[in-house]
């Protein structure tokens, strides 16, 4: 695939570039490594044929402004892939949202907001579309350690994401029992105006409802562009920045 975090900052829009407070028992010792944990999630996924999950995705938009209160976009992901190469994104976001398809030849992206699609080649990994808003090549990770959140035994990864802004800081739940994605949260970069105001976002993705080797209907990896949609040569020429990103 692609992925969510341009796919979604692009619904949002970038002036809004974008997760509840969680409680956890005291961390215990732990002997993996987080590269290691890492991928034995990615292992998992690319070992079963189909996979079907739903994202809940919540983001807080904090003003730095003292007394200023802030604001929760929510949205859901539904997201599927079948081997080899099919894979299916569809978002309600806050403004219409949008959709990421690949047929096994091309990738298709179309964002509601607009009404313009784009085409490109199929990638060959579908897998690393899977949990968005994370690029695992560009994540530096700093530590794994076991715990318990809202009741299940997982595997916490910290780590940061370096970019043109600054730092993410990344934290990614992975279930203990079977090295599926449990929870993902990204805190973003400050956004800073002229006038010294400043915005800090906090997006958290919630797996819910994950399905593994569950059929999966043909007609979820077609796309048909709506009466009137508008296409654009490539995926980074839709005016919602709709592009791509990809957890891989």
């Not at 990615?42 to 402004?65: A, C, F, H, N």
């Not at 003292?66 to 976009?73: D, E, H, L, N």
Request: net charge positive; with cysteine; aromatic share 8%.
């Amino acid at each position: 695939m692609t992925g969510l975090m341009k796919f979604l900052t692009g619904i949002f829009g970038a002036s809004i570039v974008i997760w509840f407070a969680v409680m956890c028992v005291p961390q215990a010792a732990f002997a993996e490594s987080p590269s290691d944990c890492y991928q034995q999630m990615l292992t998992k996924l690319r070992s079963v044929k189909t996979y079907q999950v739903t994202i809940e995705d919540s983001t807080k938009l904090q003003p730095t402004v003292a007394g200023s209160k802030p604001r929760t976009i929510q949205s859901t992901d539904e997201v599927a892939f079948q081997k080899p190469k099919l894979f299916s994104l569809k978002n309600d976001g806050l403004m219409g949202g949008g959709t990421v398809v690949s047929d096994g030849k091309l990738e298709y992206f179309y964002s509601e907001l607009t009404d313009q699609y784009a085409s490109r080649n199929a990638p060959n990994d579908i897998v690393t579309g899977v949990t968005g808003g994370l690029q695992g090549k560009r994540v530096i990770w700093m530590s794994a350690s076991a715990t318990v959140l809202s009741g299940v035994p997982v595997k916490k990864l910290d780590g940061v994401m370096n970019g043109a802004r600054g730092a993410t800081h990344v934290t990614l739940y992975i279930r203990a029992s079977d090295s599926l994605p449990f929870q993902l949260r990204l805190v973003l970069p400050t956004i800073s105006s002229a006038d010294g105001d400043g915005l800090q976002i906090t997006r958290t993705e919630f797996f819910m409802n994950q399905r593994l080797n569950a059929p999966v209907p043909h007609s979820t990896f077609q796309f048909t562009p709506p009466d009137g949609a508008v296409k654009v040569n490539s995926p980074s020429e839709l005016s919602s920045g709709l592009s791509g990103g990809g957890l891989g």
